[in-house]
C-alpha cells in the first residue's frame, strides 16, 4: 500500500487523466440511478465483490475514493500498456481502462469484438472506445473522459450491466495492477478485500492530492459534457459509394449526395468548446486541434500541420479585444522563452511563482502584481485580470518595446497620371475618394499624408499648411534622383488640410489634357521611398501602365504561347527585376507598407509590381480595363476601406509555440526579418498569415501543446500595443483524432497559399497535381486506418471533419491562379488573385474558392417580410449547370463580385422592373440601379446586405444573360466548379479520380 | 538649429512627447538619444541641481528646462543661441501645461502626449531661423536673461551620475566581502580548534574505551 501511495504524488502533476475522476462519481450511467449506480455491479459478479460490499457501503463517500486509485492506475499503468490490451479478453473492464493509450484501435463498435461473450465484449467496446476518450482529456478540462466509454455504449440491460462491470471492475485489479501487470487475471478476492480495508488509510492522500487541480478545473468552467459516443462512431467516418467504374454511370452514383458547404466555412465547434479561454478561431485557427504526439505520427498526417494567422481580426461589437495596462511593472513575460502571461500560466508558491505553460520555467511573479490564491488555487483577482481569462488580449507596452517614439499613421500616394489613367477616369475617381476619406484618416490628429505623380517626369507638391494652393515641382532628372524640398511633400493632415483638399480638386483637372503615355515608375518608387523612409507608412500606388522609364523599367512578357506549358513557364509568375524586391526589402526596413492598386487593360506585369506588396504586408487590387462608370464603385469602396479600416503600423509577429514543435515556414505577405520574426509595416483585419509546424522532438512528453501568437504594433491613436492570442491543444497519439479535430477551413487555407506558391516555381500543371497528390495521401492513410476492420469494398471513406476537402481541393485546383492553361486567365489576373489570396483570411478564402449562388427570382416576387437575414432567406445551391434555371434569377457571390444572371425565359417582368427601360439592352452595358418599384428595391437591399456583411472588398454587380457568350462563360459558367468545363475535371469525376488513386497500393 | 527636442517626466523618466522625425540628416542620432535617456534617468534619480541647465555633447549642445516635473529638452547645434533655444523650450513648457497639465502625473503608458508632436514640430519651425524678424526681436529682449545658466559637459554630467554608482557598488561589496570574510575566519577558527584537539580527544576516547571495555568484560 505504501509503494502504492507513492504513485500518487505523480497524479496531480499530470493534467489530463485525473479528469477521468470526478464524473465517474457524478455522472452515472444512464439509466442507472445515480447514487446506487455505483454499486448496482456489486451484485452482478457477485463473487469478487462481496467481500467488499460492507466497508464499500456508505454511499458516495466511499465510492469517491474508489475510483481515486482507478485513476491513478491510469498514469501508473501507461507506460507499458500494449501487453495489457491484448490480454485475455476474460480481463476486467477495469484492464481496458488502463489501456487508454492503448496503440489506437480502430474505434468501431462490435468491429473488433473478438470474444463472442457479453460481458466481456462490451469491455472490449470500452477498452476501444477509450482511445478517442484519453484524446479529450488530454487539456486540463476534467470531466470528460470519465465517462468510461461503457456509459455511451448502446443501451441495453446486458450491455448496461456489463459495462458497469467494467467500470466497476475498474478499482479492484488497479490495486493488483500498481506493483505489477497481473490486472489481466481474473480478479482475484484477495486483492479486492485489501482494497476495502484500504480506503481509510489509502485514499485520503488521494483525494487530497485532487484538490491541487482544481485550478485547472476552475479555468474551464463552461466545459460541457461531451457528446455520447455512439454519436462520436457514428460521425467518426463518412462514406460515399462510389461504384461505378469510370466510364459507366451507373445510377448508383449520386451526385447530389456528395457533400457541398453551402452552409460556408464551419468552425469545428468542439475545440472551442473544450478550452474556453483560447483565443477565438477569427484570430487562430489550427488545421487540427490534436497535436500528433511524435513525429511517425506526424509523418502519416499527410495533411498540412499548421495554423492561419489572423491577428487583427475584426471583432464583433462586445467581443472587442481588452486592453490591458501593467503600468510600471512592465509586462509579464517568461524570463526564458519570453511567452507573455496568459491564461493557462499556473500560479504556485501561494502566489508568489508563476510556471510557463510554453516552457515550464517558474518566474517570480513581481510585487506589483502579486495576489492571493484561494484555496482552489486561483488568484483572488481572477476577475479583473482579462489576461488570465482571455485568449486574446492587447498589452500597452512600455518604452522597452520601442525603438522611436510612435509614428504618426502616415498615408502617401504615388499616382500615376498618364494618358491611360485620366481617359479611364481613375484619377477623379481616386481623387474624390481620397478627399472624401480625409476625415476618416485614422490617427487624427497626427495623420500625415502627401503624394507624387508620375508620368515621364515625377511631380512633387508642396503642401506647406500656410500656402494657399499647393505648389508643384517637377523633377525629370530620372538617373539621379533628388528631392526637391526637404520638408512639406510630407504634411501633417490636420494643418495643411485646405492646401490637401486644394490639391486633390485640382488633380484630375491638372491632368486631363496630359498625352503622355510613359511611366517612371521605378524612379517614382524611389522619390517616395526618399520622403517616407524617416517615418514609414503606407505608400499607396495607383499604376496605369507598364513601368517604362529608369530603373524597374519592364518589358512585355507573356506574349510569347511557346513559353507556356513548359519548365520556364513560371518565370513569367515571378519578378523579373530584382529592383522590385530590393525596393521592397528596403521599404519594409524603414516600415512602409505597400499597396499597389492596377488598372491597365493591357498587361502591367502585375508580377513585379505585386512583390512590392507582397514582401511589405501590402495587398494588390487589380481592376482589369478600369472604366469609372464600371469600376468606379468598387474602386471607391475598397480605396476608401484600405484608407479608413484601423491599421496597425510598425508591426512584428513571433509565433510561439509549446516546447517540442517550432513553426517551420510561414506563408502570406510579409518580410522575415529573422527565423521566426514576421515583419509587417502596416497590417489590418482583412490580412491573415499561415503557418507550417514541424515537431522538432521525436516524441513530445507533453499532453498539451500551447501557442501563442504575438503582434508588436503601433495603433494608430499612437500608442504602441502587444497583442498577444494564446491557444492550448491537446497532443495525441492516436491518428484518428487527428483526423477527427481536422479544420477543412484552415488546411484549404494553407493547401491553397502552397498552391500558389508552388506555380511560382513550377507549372501550373504541377501545382494542381500536388494538390490533389497531398488529398489523395490524407485520404489513403485514412483507408488504411480502417480498412482492417471494415470491408470498405469500392467505397471511398473520409473524416466527417474533412468532407469538403475534395471540394475544396478541387475549387483551388480551379481558382483563377490555378486552373486551366495560358488561354484561360491573363497573366495579370492570374498573379493579382494569387497576391489576393496569399493575403485572405480563411472565412474569405473559402467563400471565394466556392462561391454562394442564390435564386433570388421567387424570392423577390414573394410579398414577405424584408428585415431578414440573406442566409434565412436564400438557400445557397450547388456550383453547377444543372442549378440554373432558366427561368430564373440568380445572383453568384465570390466576394469580389456579384453575377447577376438572368434566365433566357426569366418573367419579363422582372427584368423591366429590375434595369428599366434598357432591359432589352446588351447587359454588359447595362448598370444596376435602383428603380422605383418593390422588386428592384427589395434586390438592392439585398446586394447592399451582401456587401456590408463583408465590407473587405466591395463586390461589383455584373449582369449577364444567359446565352449571352463570351460573357457568361467567363463571368459564371468557368466559376461553376462542379461542372466539367474544357479540359477540367467536374466534381464527379474528380471524386473518382481521388477514389482510384485513394485505392491504388492502397 | 533646433535637432531634436523630448519632453519626459522628472520623477521617472518617462517620455511624454518627442518631436516627429528627429535626428533626421544626423548621422548618430542614435547615440545622443541615448545620452538623452542616460540624463533623463540621472534626473529622476535626483541628481540634478539647476532647473535650467545647458549640457555640451561633441558639436551639439542640450538645453533643458525643469518645470512642474516635466524636464523639456532640446538638442541644438552649438552656434545657436542660447536665448533662442530657452525661449523655444519655454514656449513648449507653456502649451504642454496649458494642454497636458493636469493629466501629466496620472500618465502611465510612455509617449501619452504623442499628440503634442505636431506642435512640436509647428514650434521648431518658427525657431529654425535665427535671423527672421521674430527671432532677432527676441534675441534683443533684454528681461530674458539666460547667462548664469551653467554649461557643463555631458560626460560631465552622467559621469557623477556613475562615480556615484561606482562608490555604492564598491561599498557594497566591500560590506558584502568583508562579511564573507568573516564567515571563513570563523570557519578557520573552529577547523583549527578540532586540529588541534582532535588527536587528544580521539586518544582519550580509546583509552575510556578501553577501560570500559576491560570493565565489561572482567
Known amino acids: 500500500m505504501g509503494t502504492e501511495n507513492q504513485g500518487y504524488p505523480n497524479f496531480p502533476a499530470r493534467p489530463p487523466p485525473p479528469s477521468s475522476s470526478s464524473p465517474f462519481a457524478s455522472a452515472p450511467p444512464p439509466g442507472v440511478p445515480p447514487q446506487s449506480g455505483g454499486f448496482r455491479p456489486l451484485s452482478q459478479p457477485t463473487r469478487p465483490f462481496t467481500p467488499s460490499g460492507p466497508p464499500m457501503a456508505p454511499p458516495v463517500g466511499s465510492m469517491r475514493p474508489v475510483q481515486s486509485p482507478f485513476v491513478s492506475q491510469i498514469p501508473g499503468s501507461r507506460p507499458p500498456p500494449p501487453p495489457a490490451y491484448g490480454g485475455p479478453p476474460g480481463g476486467v473492464g477495469g484492464g481496458s481502462f488502463q489501456r487508454f493509450p492503448a496503440p489506437p484501435p480502430p474505434p468501431f463498435p462490435g468491429a473488433q469484438n473478438p470474444p463472442p461473450s457479453g460481458p466481456p465484449a462490451t469491455q472490449t467496446l470500452a ?24 456509459y455511451a455504449s448502446p443501451p441495453g440491460p446486458g450491455f448496461q450491466q456489463s459495462s458497469y462491470s467494467g467500470v466497476g471492475g475498474g478499482p479492484q485489479p488497479s490495486f493488483p495492477g500498481y506493483p505489477s501487470n497481473q490486472v489481466l487475471q481474473a480478479p482475484p478476492p484477495m486483492p479486492f478485500q485489501s482494497s476495502s480495508q484500504g480506503p481509510p488509510s489509502t485514499y485520503p492522500p488521494q483525494t487530497g492530492g485532487f484538490p491541487q487541480h482544481p485550478g485547472q478545473q476552475n479555468l474551464h468552467p463552461s466545459y460541457g459534457p461531451p457528446t455520447s459516443n455512439v454519436q462520436g462512431l457514428a460521425e467518426d467516418f463518412n462514406s460515399l459509394s462510389l461504384s461505378n467504374i469510370p466510364g459507366s454511370l451507373e445510377p448508383g452514383l449520386d451526385p447530389s449526395s456528395f457533400p457541398r458547404p453551402l452552409d460556408g466555412d464551419v468552425v469545428p465547434k468542439s475545440f ?8 477565438h478561431s477569427r484570430y487562430l485557427r489550427l488545421t487540427t486541434s490534436a497535436i500528433p504526439s511524435s513525429q511517425s505520427l506526424a509523418s502519416r498526417w499527410h495533411l498540412p500541420l499548421g495554423a492561419v494567422v489572423c491577428p487583427l481580426a475584426e471583432a464583433p461589437e462586445g467581443e472587442e479585444v481588452p486592453l490591458v495596462d501593467f503600468g510600471s511593472s512592465g509586462i509579464i513575460r517568461c524570463r526564458r522563452c519570453r511567452t507573455y502571461v496568459n491564461p493557462y500560466v499556473e500560479f504556485t508558491d501561494s502566489g508568489r511563482k508563476w510556471r510557463c505553460n510554453i516552457c515550464s520555467l517558474l518566474n517570480d511573479v513581481p510585487g506589483e502584481y502579486f495576489s492571493h490564491l484561494d484555496a482552489t488555487g486561483r488568484r483572488m483577482d481572477m476577475d479583473q485580470r482579462p489576461e488570465l481569462t482571455k485568449g486574446s488580449v492587447d498589452f500597452i507596452a512600455p518604452t522597452e518595446y520601442m525603438v522611436r517614439p510612435p509614428v504618426p499613421p502616415t498615408y502617401f500616394f504615388l499616382i500615376d497620371v498618364s494618358f491611360s489613367a485620366t481617359k479611364s477616369g481613375m484619377l477623379e475617381v481616386a481623387a474624390q ?8 484618416l485614422p490617427g487624427y490628429p497626427r495623420t500625415q499624408i502627401g503624394f507624387i505623380t508620375y508620368d515621364s517626369t515625377l511631380h512633387f507638391y508642396n503642401l506647406k499648411s500656410s500656402l494657399s494652393q499647393p505648389q508643384m515641382m517637377v523633377v525629370s532628372d530620372l538617373d539621379d534622383i533628388f528631392i526637391p524640398l526637404p520638408d512639406d511633400l510630407l504634411v501633417n493632415l490636420s494643418e495643411s488640410r485646405s492646401v490637401v483638399e486644394a490639391f486633390l ?31 514609414g507608412g503606407k505608400l499607396l500606388i495607383l499604376q496605369n501602365s507598364l513601368p517604362s522609364l529608369g530603373a524597374g523599367r519592364l518589358k512585355l512578357r507573356g506574349d510569347d504561347p511557346r513559353v507556356y506549358g513548359t519548365d520556364k513557364e513560371y518565370a513569367l509568375r515571378v519578378a523579373e527585376d530584382n529592383f522590385y524586391k530590393q525596393m521592397a526589402a528596403d521599404c519594409t526596413k524603414f516600415q512602409i507598407g505597400i499597396n499597389v492598386y492596377a488598372f491597365s487593360d493591357k498587361y502591367t506585369d502585375i508580377a513585379s509590381l505585386g512583390t512590392l506588396a507582397k514582401y511589405t504586408g501590402g495587398q494588390v487590387y487589380y481592376y482589369p480595363g478600369f472604366q469609372s462608370s464600371i469600376h468606379g464603385d468598387k474602386l471607391r469602396h475598397e480605396l476608401a476601406r484600405d484608407l479608413t479600416r484601423e491599421t496597425a503600423w510598425e508591426s512584428v509577429m513571433r509565433i510561439r509555440c509549446g516546447k517540442g514543435i517550432r513553426s517551420s515556414s510561414y506563408h502570406g505577405n510579409f518580410m522575415l526579418r529573422s527565423t521566426d520574426l514576421l515583419a509587417l509595416p502596416a497590417v489590418d483585419c482583412d490580412k491573415a498569415y499561415a503557418v507550417q509546424l514541424a515537431l522538432e522532438e521525436t516524441l513530445l512528453s507533453t499532453q498539451t501543446v500551447y501557442f501563442q501568437v504575438a503582434l508588436l504594433y503601433t495603433a494608430s491613436c499612437g500608442e504602441r500595443r502587444i497583442r498577444v492570442h494564446t491557444a492550448i491543444a491537446p497532443v495525441v497519439t492516436d491518428l484518428g483524432e487527428m483526423y477527427r479535430q481536422a479544420d477543412t477551413g484552415a488546411i484549404v487555407s494553407v493547401y491553397a497559399r502552397l498552391a500558389i506558391e508552388k506555380t511560382l516555381s513550377s507549372k501550373l500543371d504541377d501545382a494542381r497535381n500536388v494538390i490533389q497528390q497531398k488529398i489523395v495521401k490524407a485520404l489513403r492513410e485514412y483507408r488504411n486506418l480502417h480498412s482492417v476492420q471494415h470491408r470498405l469494398g469500392s467505397r471511398l471513406i473520409y473524416p466527417e471533419s474533412l468532407k469538403f476537402l475534395p471540394l475544396y481541393g478541387l475549387a483551388i485546383c480551379k481558382s483563377t491562379p490555378l486552373h486551366g492553361g495560358p488561354a484561360d486567365a491573363s497573366l495579370d489576373e492570374r498573379c493579382a488573385a494569387g497576391f489576393t489570396m496569399m493575403a485572405l483570411p480563411v472565412k474569405k478564402l473559402l467563400k471565394l474558392l466556392y462561391p454562394s449562388l442564390y435564386r433570388v427570382d421567387e424570392w423577390l416576387l414573394k410579398a414577405s417580410v424584408d428585415h431578414d437575414d440573406v442566409k434565412d432567406v436564400l438557400r445557397r445551391l450547388p456550383l453547377a449547370a444543372e442549378s440554373l434555371d432558366s427561368r430564373g434569377l440568380y ?14 425565359m426569366l418573367s419579363p417582368d422582372i427584368a423591366k422592373n429590375l434595369l428599366g427601360a434598357d432591359f432589352a439592352a446588351e447587359l454588359s452595358k447595362v448598370t444596376l440601379e435602383e428603380q422605383e418599384n418593390g422588386i428592384s428595391k427589395k434586390l438592392m437591399r439585398l446586394i447592399k446586405k ?17 446565352g449571352e457568350q463570351p460573357r457568361e462563360g467567363f463571368l459564371l459558367l468557368r466559376n461553376l466548379i462542379e461542372d466539367q468545363m474544357g479540359g477540367s475535371t467536374g466534381y464527379v469525376d474528380w471524386m473518382l479520380q481521388l477514389h482510384r488513386q485513394v485505392q491504388q497500393n492502397a | 538649429m533646433v535637432k531634436m527636442t523630448l519632453i519626459a517626466r522628472v520623477t521617472d523618466g518617462l517620455p511624454l512627447a518627442e518631436g516627429l522625425d528627429d535626428g533626421r540628416d544626423l548621422p548618430d542620432s542614435d547615440m545622443y538619444k541615448q545620452q538623452v535617456k542616460a540624463l533623463f534617468k540621472n534626473l529622476s534619480r535626483g541628481h540634478n541641481e539647476a532647473s535650467r541647465m545647458s549640457v555640451e555633447t561633441g558639436p551639439y549642445i542640450f538645453h533643458y528646462i525643469i518645470e512642474g516635473r516635466v524636464c523639456y529638452l532640446t538638442m541644438c547645434d552649438r552656434s545657436y543661441p542660447k536665448k533662442l533655444a530657452f525661449q523655444y523650450l519655454e514656449d513648449l513648457k507653456n502649451e504642454f501645461e496649458r494642454v497636458n497639465g493636469p493629466n501629466i502625473e496620472t500618465a502611465a503608458r510612455p509617449y501619452a502626449f504623442i499628440k503634442f508632436d505636431t ?10 531661423d535665427t535671423r527672421t524678424q521674430r527671432n532677432i526681436a527676441k534675441l534683443n529682449d533684454e528681461l530674458y536673461e539666460v547667462h548664469q545658466i551653467m554649461t557643463r559637459n555631458v560626460q560631465e554630467v552622467l559621469g557623477v551620475g556613475e562615480k556615484l554608482d561606482q562608490v555604492c557598488e564598491m561599498s557594497s561589496r566591500l560590506t558584502s566581502e568583508s562579511r ?6 570563523k570557519d578557520l577558527n573552529r577547523q583549527a580548534l578540532i586540529r588541534k584537539w582532535a588527536p587528544v580527544a580521539i586518544v582519550l576516547g580509546v583509552v575510556f574505551l578501553l577501560f570500559w571495555v576491560k570493565n565489561k568484560l572482567w
Open chain 1, 127 to 150: 477498452g476501444h472506445l477509450s482511445p478517442f476518450r484519453p484524446q479529450q482529456p488530454m487539456g486540463p478540462p476534467p470531466q470528460t473522459s470519465g465517462r468510461p466509454g461503457g
Open chain 1, 272 to 279: 472551442s468548446e473544450m478550452y474556453p479561454m483560447n483565443c
Open chain 1, 433 to 440: 475618394t481620397i478627399k472624401s476619406c480625409l476625415d476618416n
Open chain 1, 505 to 535: 480638386d485640382s488633380l484630375p483637372l491638372m491632368f486631363q489634357d496630359n498625352v503622355n503615355v510613359e511611366s517612371a515608375f521605378g524612379p517614382a518608387l524611389r522619390a517616395a521611398y526618399m520622403v517616407m523612409n524617416q517615418l
Open chain 1, 891 to 904: 445572383i453568384y457571390d465570390d466576394g469580389f463580385r456579384l453575377v447577376l444572371w438572368f434566365g433566357r
Open chain 1, 946 to 962: 451582401v456587401r456590408e456583411n463583408d465590407p473587405s472588398y466591395h463586390p461589383m454587380c455584373l449582369l449577364v444573360r444567359q
Open chain 2, 119 to 128: 506642435f512640436i514640430q509647428k514650434t521648431k519651425k518658427l525657431y529654425q
Open chain 2, 180 to 185: 564573507v570574510y568573516a564567515d571563513k575566519a
